[in-house]
Every structure is written in C-alpha cells, then in structure tokens.
C-alpha cells in the first residue's frame, strides 16, 4: 500500500495550493484518508479528513479556508486558500486502511510534501 501525495510548493501569503493524495496498491477498503501537517518544532496536527460516507473532519486551522473534495474512494485533493504564513509545515496524507485477507485497519502515511508560505 502506498499514498502518494502531490502539489506542495512555496505560495505567498493569501494565495492558494491544491494537495493531492493518491491510495495505490493491494486495498480492500479506506475507511478514512486525508491531511496532517507538522511544521518544524511542532506535533503533528490535522488537517482534513474523510471518511466513506463522505463526513468531513476538518482541523481548527483548516476551516473554513481549506476543502477536502473526494475524487473516488482512493483519491482526495486539498484545496488551499488565503495561505498564511503560519501554514507552513509538511504535509502528509494519511490513509485508515485494510488490505484483502487482513482483519485489521492500519494508518498508512504517504511520504509528506512541503508547503511554504512566504510573507
């Protein structure tokens, strides 16, 4: 199982990034997938999530700024606007998932992509 995620880059201060996050591999079901960030000197915190009825968790930092939009049950993009510079941290997808033949839910995380906001 793998998840890819995509689309970070350097943005200045209110402009606007698009995440994405891509489940591959052997998957019987997600429950939930989405967004963390950790920025240097800090805990890891959320995002956005989804789950697979299409309920949306959104983190104090992310509301109302930030959407979670669902492109079919292995894809989801983060769309990201009026950027501050305190959103500055790496970004990592996160998937809630179980593999054929297993029993148990296991959280696989992508390799992370770096967001700068400059102001």
């Known amino acids: 199982v793998q998840l890819q995620a995509s689309g970070g880059g350097l943005v200045q201060a209110g402009g606007s990034l698009r995440l994405s996050c891509v489940a591959s591999g052997s998957i019987l079901d997600i429950s939930d997938i989405g967004w963390y960030r950790q920025a240097p000197g800090k805990q890891r915190e959320l995002v956005a999530t989804i789950d697979r009825i299409g309920s949306i968790n959104y983190g104090d930092s992310a509301k109302g700024r930030f959407a979670l939009t669902r492109h079919d049950t292995r894809t989801v993009h983060l769309q990201m606007d009026s950027l501050k510079p305190e959103d500055t941290a790496v970004y990592y997808c996160?998937?809630?998932?179980?593999?054929?033949?297993?029993?148990?839910?296991?959280?696989?995380w992508g390799q992370g992509t770096l967001v700068t906001v400059s102001s």
């Open positions: 996160k998937g809630v998932i179980v593999r054929p033949s297993h029993t148990t839910w296991e959280d696989y």
